[in-house]
C-alpha cells in the first residue's frame, strides 16, 4: 500500500483559452458611419518572439516584474497577437470596411488614398501586483497612417494601456482578465481611430 502512495499523480491535460465568443448577434451599424473610409489593418508588429507562441504568460511584479513565466498547463489556442488583431478587426468591420494588405496596395496603385492601422502588442501578461491581487495588463501602440501613391503619412499615434482586475490568482482568472483588458483596449482603439478623420 505505502508503494502506491509513491507514484506520481497523473499528468494534468492543458487548457487552453481564446478571448471568448464575442458578441453573440451581429452588430447594426448606426447610418452615420457609412460616410467613414475603408480602413486596412497590417499586419501585426512585435519585436517580442515571446509574444509569438501560445504560452498563457504572468509576471510576478512584487518579486520579479522583468521575468516572464508561462502558466505550465495553460495555453492561448492561437497567439495573443492572432486572438487580439482578430478581435480588433471585428470591431473595426462593425463600422467600415477593413481592407487586406493587397487590396490597400491595389488603391494606391489605382491612385486612391487609404488609412492603414498597424499596432504592435508589447504587452500581454497575467500582472501579479501582490500574492493575492493580480490584473489581465495588455499594452497596444497603434499607428494611424494615410496610404497615398506618394507614400505614407502619419495621421496619429498613441499606446494603449488597460489592466482589468483578474477574479482569480490563476490562469483561468488571467485569461479572464488579459480577454477583458484586450477588448477595452480594441474599444478605445476603435473610438480613437474614428475620431481621426
Not at 465568443?21 to 451581429?26: D, Q, S, Y
Not at 504568460?57 to 492561437?78: I, S
Not at 492601422?117 to 501602440?141: K, M, N, Q
Request: charged fraction near 20%; include cysteine; charge should be positive.
Amino acid at each position: 500500500m505505502t508503494a502506491c502512495s509513491a507514484l506520481p499523480d497523473k499528468p494534468q491535460r492543458s487548457i487552453s483559452y481564446d478571448f471568448g465568443p464575442g458578441p453573440l448577434a451581429p452588430a447594426v451599424a448606426a447610418a452615420s458611419t457609412a460616410a467613414l473610409p475603408p480602413i486596412t489593418l497590417a499586419d501585426l508588429d512585435t519585436s517580442a518572439s515571446r509574444l509569438e507562441g501560445t504560452a498563457l504568460n504572468y509576471r510576478l511584479g512584487y518579486e520579479d516584474a522583468q521575468a516572464l513565466r508561462p502558466y505550465a498547463t495553460a495555453r492561448w489556442t492561437q497567439p495573443p497577437l492572432q486572438l487580439f488583431r482578430q478581435r480588433l478587426r471585428d470591431a473595426l468591420a462593425e463600422q467600415r470596411t477593413v481592407l487586406g494588405t493587397l487590396e490597400a496596395g491595389n488603391l494606391a496603385r489605382e491612385g486612391r488614398s487609404s488609412e492603414v492601422l498597424r499596432i504592435s502588442l508589447d504587452e500581454f501578461s497575467h500582472y501579479f501586483a501582490s500574492p493575492t491581487s493580480s490584473s489581465g495588463l495588455v499594452r497596444v501602440r497603434a499607428t494611424l497612417l494615410s496610404l497615398s501613391p506618394t507614400g505614407e503619412r502619419v495621421l496619429g499615434q498613441r499606446v494603449f494601456v488597460v489592466q482589468r482586475p483578474a477574479a482569480t490568482a490563476d490562469a483561468a482568472g488571467g485569461a479572464k482578465a488579459l480577454a477583458s483588458a484586450g477588448d477595452e483596449v480594441i474599444a478605445d482603439m476603435v473610438r480613437w481611430v474614428n475620431s481621426r478623420r
